[in-house]
C-alpha cells in the first residue's frame, strides 16, 4: 500500500482528488493538509510513502523541511517560474501540471513510490522560458506599487488618473492568477517578471 499524504489549497480540489486516490486498490490517503507549515510535523508522525503537494503550500514551508518523504508537486503553469524553490539535491520530486487528469496524479505517485521520474514536459517548459504577462505600463505600475506607493502616489509619478492605476492592478491581478495585490508583488516578484 503507497502511503499519500495530499496538502493541497481548496477542500473541493483535496476532497475530490482523495477520492479518486481512495478508489485505488494500492494507495491510501494518510492525511489531508490545507497549510504548508504543517507539512513537516504531520511528515513526521504519518511517514508517507509520496507527498502529493501544491506549489505555493510547499514553497512556503520550505522543501527541504518535509525530510527525504518524495514529493509530487502540482503547479500552475502561470507560477512555472518558482519551481526551482522545490528542487533539491538529493530529493525525489515530480512535477505535474495542476491541471492535469486525476489519473495523471494517480500514475505519478505510483512511478514516485517506485523512485522513478514524474516530469510535465510543458511545464518545466514554461519554467525555462518564463516571459512576462505584463505590459511595459504594467510592469512600472507593479514596481511601484511593490516599493510601497499608494494608487496616487503611482499615478502621479506615471501621469495617470488613479482610476486608470486601480484598472491595471486589477488587470495585473488577474494576469498573475493572484486574489490581492500583495499576492500579485508576490507572484510576479517569484515568477521574475519584476
Known amino acids: 500500500m503507497i502511503r499519500t499524504l495530499l496538502a493541497l489549497d481548496g477542500a473541493l480540489v483535496r476532497g475530490a482528488l482523495s477520492l479518486v486516490i481512495a478508489a485505488e486498490e494500492d494507495i491510501s ?21 509520496v507527498a502529493v503537494v501544491g506549489l505555493d503550500l510547499v514553497a512556503g514551508a520550505g522543501a527541504g523541511a518535509v525530510g527525504q518523504c518524495p514529493l509530487l508537486v502540482l503547479a500552475d503553469r502561470r507560477r512555472a517560474g518558482s519551481l526551482h524553490r522545490v528542487l533539491v539535491p538529493g530529493r525525489t520530486v515530480g512535477i505535474l501540471g495542476s491541471d492535469v487528469a486525476p489519473q495523471r496524479v494517480v500514475d505519478g505517485i505510483r512511478r514516485l513510490a517506485r523512485r522513478e521520474s514524474v516530469v510535465d514536459a510543458d511545464l518545466v517548459l514554461a519554467a525555462l522560458t518564463v516571459d ?63
Open 29 to 49: 490517503v494518510v492525511a489531508e493538509l490545507d497549510r504548508g507549515d504543517d507539512l513537516p510535523p504531520v511528515v513526521h508522525a504519518q511517514r508517507p510513502d
Open 132 to 194: 512576462s504577462p505584463l505590459s511595459t505600463r504594467e510592469t512600472e505600475i507593479l514596481d511601484l506599487t511593490a516599493a510601497g506607493a499608494p494608487v496616487v502616489e503611482v499615478a502621479r509619478a506615471l501621469g495617470l488618473a488613479p482610476g486608470t492605476v486601480r484598472n491595471h492592478l486589477r488587470r495585473i491581478t488577474r494576469k498573475a492568477g493572484a486574489r490581492t495585490r500583495v499576492e500579485a508583488v508576490r507572484v510576479a516578484r517569484e515568477a521574475g517578471w519584476i
